[in-house]
């Protein structure tokens, strides 16, 4: 599937646009500020339903506007699919397929995309919550169901943690065993939960540990790179996820084990400590836990990894054999020679890539395909054919 027109209202910078697309490479030239990047950003909306640079929806409107609008034409063989998403601030996401109101987690199954920008390097540097929110967007698009589990997990772990708090300093003068069987209700909610997500995300680790260690070997052959999950909050080491059991059953049984283990530590601290809101994964370079001692060079390269991992997981679980959207997000400037032209082959050779570049020499010769103009972020937009070094359209 790959994205012909994209047609955004209110969003970001732009009050109108309507952007065409070509199918394999599309060149997105203009400079800092232009609006380059909020074009990416809307297409990865339409198929994540969220954004890379911010957690909260009222940025995604235009300043002075009550909601935002992109819509989308999508081809999957030979047929074309209209898409609509509506965003407000403070409400739920509106979400039309082919002209009929559809919820929101049907969006992420049709239409996928993969995302390399440099907030990336957050995945490799940063905080936990960084690598779980990674991991997490990539299960939804894998298996959309799990769009639900999470929003689910959410609620109950915020339930379970205000009712900690309200029992945390006085729990001596009140009653113990109320509190004791709500926490027993909330359990079993987290349990079931947490289960199904935790199975969810060491299938997909199990299924991306290959691919993003080959994808690590095309841009570093002297290096060797390790995803793993580090259910940090079950008491697991990192490279102890490969012992755990895989089936939601045992999962919720170790989970409700720790859970009952850590009763008093949760009262005292008056937080859920339990679940895998509180795990991580585990990225090594050569054996080296990557955050901490990786360079530069070699988180940006890992960063990489993840996402050309993630672009080949879920190529090979679509049964009908698209695939994702590649979308690079202003990353050749900050490549050397060597890894600039390994990317610019693998965009080369997907269905459907869009690149947004600052200067048109970042781009390698070799990558062909139609260039597109952006001027000033309000709709400004021209369009051309871009040759290749072989002459080649």
Known sequence: MWIKRLQLTDFRSYSEAVVDFDPGPNVIQGRNGAGKTNLLESVS???TLSSHRVAASAPLVRAGCRRSHIGAELIEDGRSIQVQVRITPGQAVSVTIGGASARPRDLPGL????????????????DPANRRSFIDHVLIQRAPRYHSVISDLERVVRQRTALLR??????????RQSVEQT????????????AELLRGRLKLIDEMSEPVAESYRELAPHSRAGVSYHAKSLGVEPDGSANLPRDKESLAELMREVLIGRREEELARGQTLVGPHRDDVFLSIDGMPARGYASHGESWSLALALRLGSFRVLWEVD????????LLDDVFAELDAERRSFLASFAAGV?????????????PERLGGRRLDVVGGSGEISSGQVKSSDGAP
């Open 45 to 47: 909306f339409l198929s």
């Open 111 to 126: 239409f996928r995309t993969v995302l390399f920008a440099p907030e990336d390097l957050a995945i490799v540097k940063g």
């Open 166 to 175: 309200s029992a945390l300093g006085h729990l001596r003068n009140s009653d």
């Open 183 to 194: 926490l027993g209700v909330w359990d079993d909610q987290l349990v079931s939960t947490g």
């Open 319 to 326: 049964q009908s054999g698209s695939q994702p959207v590649l």
């Open 351 to 363: 269905d459907q890539c869009l690149i947004t570049v600052a200067v048109a020499e970042d781009v």
